[in-house]
């Protein structure tokens, strides 16, 4: 299916629908109950943390990051001092944690960020960082969603680093909904979007874009 440069870069909700309080793509919300269902089966109380996110707040996020005013954090969680980053070792190092606005998976509605709220401690805020994951609360859940998220149609994007954007065991995608999407969001078209935007870097991203495209967007793994 072709899609809009607007519904691709997050810049119109046409091919959205509601589910509580948040939006995912039409063809996505079934599958997603279904695998809330079977969650709800085994012992989860499956939420979402984020779904769609339009590219106004994306930029915000990065723009407030790329000016010092949100943490940017290295490989460990670590916040680096924003002061002693050139701005091409700004770009890199935000773009391990936030996507490029334009360029997020979360523009398409069809990748969710999920926890299981009953495995939350209480009086404890959801971090979303991969040791709560792999050994903290929500690693039952995550034992799980290993096991099952193909059946429901979804998969993990970042189920491993792989030298672009950091683990990320919260994010699922849906596999239908998203298959041909990165050959629609060319390098061409992300540059003219950027190119027209006010992202903080914009200088510096552009002649880079190339290999921002090969490194952290279309480097993922396979459905």
């Known amino acids: 299916m072709h899609w809009s440069v607007a519904s691709l870069t997050g810049q119109t909700q046409e091919h959205l629908v509601s589910h509580g309080d948040f939006l995912l793509h039409a063809d996505?919300?079934?599958d997603f109950i279904r695998l809330q269902t079977a969650a709800q089966a085994a012992g989860f109380e499956l939420?979402?943390?984020?779904?769609?996110?339009?590219?106004?707040?994306?930029?915000m996020i990065w723009n407030n990051k790329f000016m010092g005013l949100r943490p940017i954090l290295d490989d460990t969680g670590t916040s680096l001092d924003p002061s002693r980053l050139s701005d091409d070792e700004k770009v890199r190092a935000i773009l391990r944690w936030s996507a490029l606005p334009g360029a997020s998976r979360h523009h398409w509605g069809t990748d969710i960020d999920v926890y299981a709220t009953n495995l939350l401690p209480q009086s404890v805020s959801l971090q979303l960082e991969p040791w709560e994951y792999l050994s903290g609360h929500q690693a039952p859940l995550f034992a799980w969603l290993e096991d099952n998220?193909?059946?429901?149609?979804?998969?993990?994007?970042?189920?491993?680093?792989?030298?672009?954007?950091?683990?990320?065991?919260?994010h699922i995608s849906h596999k239908a909904t998203t298959q041909g999407l990165l050959e629609q969001l060319t390098p061409e078209t992300l540059s003219a979007v950027i190119a027209?935007?006010?992202?903080?870097?914009?200088?510096?991203?552009?002649?880079?874009?190339?290999?921002?495209?090969?490194?952290y967007i279309s480097n993922v793994c396979e459905a």
């Open 149 to 170: 998220l193909e059946q429901y149609g979804f998969y993990l994007p970042y189920r491993e680093d792989k030298g672009g954007v950091a683990f990320e065991p919260w």
């Open 47 to 59: 939420a979402i943390a984020s779904s769609f996110r339009d590219f106004a707040r994306q930029q």
């Open 28 to 30: 996505v919300k079934a």
């Open 196 to 215: 027209s935007s006010d992202i903080q870097g914009r200088e510096t991203i552009l002649p880079m874009l190339n290999w921002i495209y090969s490194q």
